[in-house]
């Protein structure tokens, strides 16, 4: 069995900063790429940032040049640094891991952290 935990998510005024974790543990032979997602009330789920095992990264164009993601592949666990937070930022934040065990190849989701930004 694989599970994935957030946290980190937290009230933050609208200018501030908060850093997500995303902790994998159980049966994991390696993690191939970890993302992040949100989802908003009223809005689809949508993809905020990605990192891949070689740490390449990807993020959404609302997200860029203020969020961060990283990993420590040691510790199973990816993070996304969450600066100049705004309003708009509120949501639901769930990180998702492609992850290997010795019988197959999943992706498994967290059971995500609320991120509330107020203006």
């Known amino acids: 069995q694989v599970q994935l935990v957030e946290s980190g998510g937290g009230l933050v005024q609208a200018g501030g900063s908060l850093r997500l974790s995303c902790a994998a543990s159980?049966?994991?032979?390696?993690?191939?790429?970890m993302v992040w997602y949100r989802e908003a009330p009223g809005k689809p789920r949508e993809l905020v940032a990605a990192?891949?095992?070689?740490?390449?990264?990807n993020y959404a164009d609302l997200v860029k040049g203020r969020f961060t993601i990283s990993r420590d592949n040691a510790k199973n666990t990816a993070y996304l640094q969450m600066n100049s937070l705004k309003p708009e930022d509120t949501a639901v934040y769930y990180c998702?891991?492609?992850?290997?065990?010795?019988?197959?190849?999943?992706?498994?989701w967290g059971q995500g952290t609320q991120v509330t930004v107020s203006s």
């Open positions: 998702k891991g492609s992850i290997r065990t010795l019988t197959s190849v999943n992706d498994y």
């Open positions: 159980g049966s994991i032979f390696s993690i191939n790429a």
């Open positions: 990192i891949n095992s070689e740490g390449s990264t």
